[in-house]
């Protein structure tokens, strides 16, 4: 989140590390925050960006704050139907699935069959089903020669969990949900790509909770990526909007120190390679 420049001072300690492959970055389209400046502004910055998030698409809440910060979002990164312009720009582009519930947006994405080299990425939402909706998508899309596969959000899947059931009993849902996702295939029998978000951010309704986890939980994921290396981990470090705009030199110190203490307990419990 935030400028290359926040990412290098936050995130720079992870440069030399040679299983770090680079960011993924919002495709904002707002203000000054334009994607294509921002690909610009990252290059100069030494910042290799491997992902552009697009659009989340429409999502169901009961409460108003949330109906209020997924139309913002909607409203202030690129529209699916240009971020396909981005395709020579990262290894991968991400929208969730309910962004391609319109017929314009899934058009948009097939011309992705352009891009052999480009992966879609579908994220699954924080909705009942929507799991299994996002790994039909991804095989339909594969259907029509688009290197399409599913990132698994380990957030939005617990969310949409039981409140009333306990956490760890949640937690062994969520890692079922992903054994299930390693072992899928698409309509020819192939594997497709596959990523999970970390969300290791500091909002608080689109992270996990860290006083939740134990080296037991950590440990059972690192256990389940072992059957597929090749799975991309995105650490989705989400700071409050006004934290994006700008942080002071103070506040990007604290951030990165908070980030080396994420990443090596992730490394400790396997979860990530030393």
């Given at each position: 989140?935030?400028?290359?420049?926040?990412?290098?001072?936050v995130?720079?300690?992870?440069?030399?590390?040679?299983?770090?492959?680079?960011f993924?970055?919002?495709?904002?389209?707002?203000?000054?925050?334009?994607?294509?400046?921002?690909?610009?502004?990252?290059r100069?910055?030494?910042?290799?960006?491997?992902?552009?998030?697009g659009?989340?698409?429409?999502?169901?809440?009961?409460?108003?704050?949330?109906?209020?910060?997924?139309?913002?979002?909607?409203?202030?990164?690129?529209?699916?139907?240009?971020?396909?312009?981005?395709?020579?720009?990262?290894?991968?582009?991400?929208v969730?699935?309910?962004?391609?519930?319109?017929?314009?947006?899934?058009?948009?994405?097939?011309?992705?069959?352009?891009?052999?080299?480009?992966?879609?990425?579908?994220?699954?939402?924080?909705?009942?089903?929507?799991?299994?909706?996002?790994?039909?998508?991804?095989?339909?899309?594969?259907?029509?020669?688009?290197?399409?596969?599913?990132?698994?959000?380990?957030?939005?899947?617990?969310?949409?969990?039981?409140?009333?059931?306990?956490?760890?009993?949640?937690?062994?849902?969520?890692?079922?949900?992903?054994?299930?996702?390693?072992?899928?295939?698409?309509?020819?029998?192939?594997?497709?790509p596959?990523?999970?978000?970390?969300?290791?951010?500091?909002?608080?309704?689109?992270?996990?909770?860290?006083?939740?986890?134990?080296?037991?939980l950590?440990?059972?994921?690192?256990?389940?990526?072992?059957?597929?290396?090749?799975?991309?981990?995105v650490?989705?470090?989400?700071?409050?909007?006004?934290?994006?705009?700008?942080?002071?030199?103070?506040?990007?110190?604290?951030?990165?120190?908070?980030?080396?203490?994420?990443?090596?307990?992730?490394?400790?419990f396997?979860?990530?390679?030393?």
């Open positions: 989140m935030g400028t290359p420049r926040t990412w290098s001072d995130w720079g300690f992870l440069k030399d590390d040679p299983n770090f492959a680079g993924e970055m919002i495709g904002w389209d707002f203000l000054w925050q334009r994607c294509h400046l921002l690909l610009a502004q990252a100069k910055s030494g910042c290799n960006v491997i992902g552009i998030h659009r989340i698409g429409k999502q169901e809440s009961p409460r108003l704050i949330d109906q209020f910060r997924v139309g913002l979002i909607n409203r202030i990164v690129v529209p699916t139907t240009k971020i396909t312009r981005f395709a020579n720009n990262a290894d991968y582009l991400l969730h699935g309910r962004e391609l519930h319109p017929q314009k947006n899934r058009n948009a994405v097939l011309s992705l069959s352009n891009f052999p080299t480009t992966t879609l990425f579908i994220e699954n939402d924080m909705i009942p089903g929507a799991l299994g909706e996002t790994v039909d998508l991804c095989c339909q899309l594969r259907n029509n020669n688009v290197k399409a596969g599913v990132m698994f959000d380990l957030h939005h899947f617990l969310g949409q969990l039981d409140e009333d059931v306990n956490y760890a009993e949640k937690w062994k849902t969520t890692l079922n949900a992903l054994s299930w996702l390693i072992n899928s295939r698409d309509f020819e029998g192939e594997e497709f596959i990523g999970i978000h970390v969300d290791l951010g500091e909002v608080e309704e689109d992270s996990l909770k860290q006083n939740h986890k134990t080296k037991d950590w440990e059972d994921l690192a256990f389940i990526l072992v059957s597929r290396p090749d799975v991309k981990i650490i989705e470090d989400e700071l409050p909007l006004k934290d994006q705009l700008f942080l002071s030199s103070k506040a990007r110190k604290a951030l990165r120190e908070r980030c080396q203490a994420r990443i090596a307990l992730l490394q400790e396997s979860v990530l390679p030393k």
